[in-house]
């Protein structure tokens, strides 16, 4: 109990003083920079002292949920589901922005529940500490993680100067790939929910227009989402309860509202991961989603997926 509580305190403590990095929301956190000293060798002692604690714990808690049955009061919603005439139906868990500290921890989620989920990566990022490569190298070995391309530089966060010269957009999508060896030409845009791929465009905002137009030239992939798992701010922690995002998830696939019927894309930033009680969260979803009979976790280089 003692050693659960010091290792709880020593996460709380470590989030609070974590660097300040992209987001890929437009009005985000515009600070950037270098990771202050003493990032990396954190970072590092976290990843050996606690993933495997985060693993047994992460079973323990779904032997738990199995035993109960149901989770976070969905009974009645999961009743009403099993009567879907569609089965199965698709779910694409993204986390966008790794590697960053957090990242570990969604690696291990996804290891203790046998799910499929996706990480849109940042070159700039792994090249930032030993450490947060070391949870690149995590990302790639693991075969339940699809590692896509997110940018090089986030656009340093200046969006529309970034988005205003297209062909440099490309080239930074395309250093991306190379340096950080994906193997999926599948980008989502910084800042940006935009659509293209197989004659189907969505675009949110004009100004990222023209650069997924050349990522579609050169045979890329551009993939936005459905739904959104925000992150505080300054806390940097899930801002929507669990119930809430299970529900959203539900009804754009009762409703029909997801860009592609029956598939639905979930995003979420690997910062947001830190704590432990942000990895519970991130772990009752994925409980709460997995009752569901006709529910399943896939990759989006398979988008969209038909039954």
């Known amino acids: ?140 070995n693991n075969p339940l993680v699809d590692c896509y391309n997110h940018s090089f530089n986030h656009a340093n966060n200046k969006f529309t100067y970034f988005y205003s010269n297209a062909e440099s957009a490309y080239e930074d999508f395309d250093k991306n790939e190379k340096d950080l060896n994906l193997k999926h030409k599948i980008v989502r845009l910084p800042g940006r929910n935009i659509w293209y791929f197989a004659d189907r465009k969505r675009i949110d905002m004009q100004s990222g227009s023209s650069t997924a137009d050349l990522l ?24 929507e309860s669990v119930s809430f995002i299970y529900r959203q998830i539900n009804n754009r696939l009762r409703n029909g509202t997801s860009f592609s019927k029956n598939n639905v894309v979930l995003l979420m930033h690997d910062d947001m991961f830190q704590t432990r009680k942000a990895q519970k969260m991130l772990s009752d979803l994925i409980d709460s989603l997995k009752l569901h009979p006709n529910y399943e976790f896939a990759h989006m280089r398979d988008y969209p997926k038909q039954k």
């Open 1 to 140: 109990m003692k050693k659960a509580f010091n290792l709880g305190l020593f996460l709380g403590l470590l989030s609070v003083t974590s660097f300040a990095l992209q987001s890929c929301n437009e009005g985000g956190n515009k600070k950037t920079g270098s990771v202050p000293i003493g990032t990396v060798d954190s970072t590092k002692a976290i990843d050996e002292i606690d993933t495997d604690t985060v693993v047994k714990q992460i079973k323990k808690d779904s032997i738990e949920v199995k035993d109960k049955k149901s989770i976070l009061h969905h009974e009645v919603d999961t009743a009403k589901l099993l009567t879907d005439s569609v089965s199965p139906r698709y779910i694409y868990l993204t986390f966008d922005d790794g590697p960053l500290n957090g990242s570990q921890f969604i690696d291990s989620i996804a290891t203790a529940k046998n799910i499929k989920i996706n990480v849109f990566l940042i070159g700039k990022h792994d090249r930032m500490s030993k450490g947060l490569h070391k949870y690149y190298e995590r990302y790639m």
């Open 216 to 239: 579609y030239q050169n045979g890329y992939r551009s993939m936005g989402w459905d739904c959104e798992w925000k992150k505080g701010k300054p806390s940097g922690m899930p801002v």
